[in-house]
């Protein structure tokens, strides 16, 4: 077999019901491919509602080898869904390696931009770093998992004395699965609000994040679509949490809560009662969290495989600056707060350019972004 590399830029819509097949065919081949992210039913989700959505298909003497599903910013590839997607990178065909600098290449673009980049570390052609992703296997059942973590099975103890003051103070609580698409709306205002809160970007602001959801949950399947876990006391809504699954597995994904009853901790107390219902529910085997952040998360799930968060540069000079630039800063102590700036800066305008693709929405955000950054103290590690 030749080992040159072509690929085909195609909208996921214009796939043939051929390679359509072999995409499905890799994913099931491979648990790296396990996330609903990288299900072929979500890259047609986005197709028309993510700006500049495309996936290139990667031949190699004349059979198809992969696909790498992104979006165009200029010459800059992002992720499908960005900031959305948790994970992605090349889905590639059993045994077989490919050269994920040269796949950026053959699209046209000049970069690569990931925040959950799964399979083998990056080439070393700009920053780079490795984050664990936070899976619980909940296959055997609640009491195998907990049989494992004292640590976990004490907090979900002491947190029952949180459940019987809810209780106490606003009624019987009662979680449900719903299926009312007008909660969707009640989980979009409150992570808007979060974000206005925390001075960060937000990322439904522009529209079609807010479009990719919806149809997501208006598109769902048994095997695949977005899930709506909701938590209630007295019939009033206090939490409510949205996530996507694809057949055994379900990704946490937009966990919220009413902040009036914040000192009642809804959020945890939902999240405990999903995670006990998920562990009885047959054809689940696996609660995926996300890469490492939040600390919340390490209640529930442990450390898996990395996956990679940074950049690739094909551009020479790009990378030659970038790289300068960080010696600099690494070598100048007394310059550690600009590195740190400059690295949630880097992190925001990922963020502000994956959503925003009018000119003044972009420059409303950088200019949101520099004011942030020169308020907030040092950077800490969390997900976008």
Known sequence: ???????????????TLSERALWRSFTAASSAYRSPFFSLDFALAADGVAPGSAVAVVERAGAVVGFLPFQRRGRVAQPLGAPLSDYHGVIAAPG??????????????????????????????????????????VSAGLEAWLSARPSTRKFFKDKERARRAAERDLGALEFRMEDDSDLLSFVIANKRDQYRRTAR????????????????????????????????AGGRLLAAELDLRAGPVRHIWFPTYDPDVA?????????????????????????????????????????????????????GWRRVSCRAADAALAAAPGLTRVAEVRERMRRRFEI???????????????ADAFVNAARRGPAVSSNA
């Open 352 to 366: 502000i350019t994956a959503c925003e693709t009018r000119p003044a929405a972009w420059l409303g955000g950088a």
């Open 1 to 15: 077999m030749g080992t040159k590399l072509s690929v085909e830029v195609l909208a996921p819509g214009a796939l």
């Open 96 to 137: 077989v390696d490919l050269d994920l600098r040269e796949v950026i290449r053959l699209t046209g673009c000049d970069s690569y931009r990931f925040n959950g980049l799964v399979g083998p570390a990056p080439p070393k052609s700009g920053r780079c770093f490795a984050h664990a992703a936070l899976r619980a296997d």
């Open 263 to 315: 000192r009642w901790g809804p959020g945890t107390l939902l999240m405990i009662s999903l995670f006990k219902a998920a562990a009885e529910d047959p054809g689940l085997a696996e609660l995926d969290f996300g890469r490492e952040g939040e600390a919340y998360k390490r209640h529930y799930a442990d450390a898996a495989e990395p996956v990679y968060e940074g950049g690739l540069d094909l551009d």
């Open 201 to 232: 970007h937000d990322v439904f602001a522009c529209g079609w994040t807010r479009d990719l959801l919806r149809r997501l949950w208006a598109e769902r399947t048994a095997e695949f679509g977005g899930r709506l876990a909701t938590l209630r």
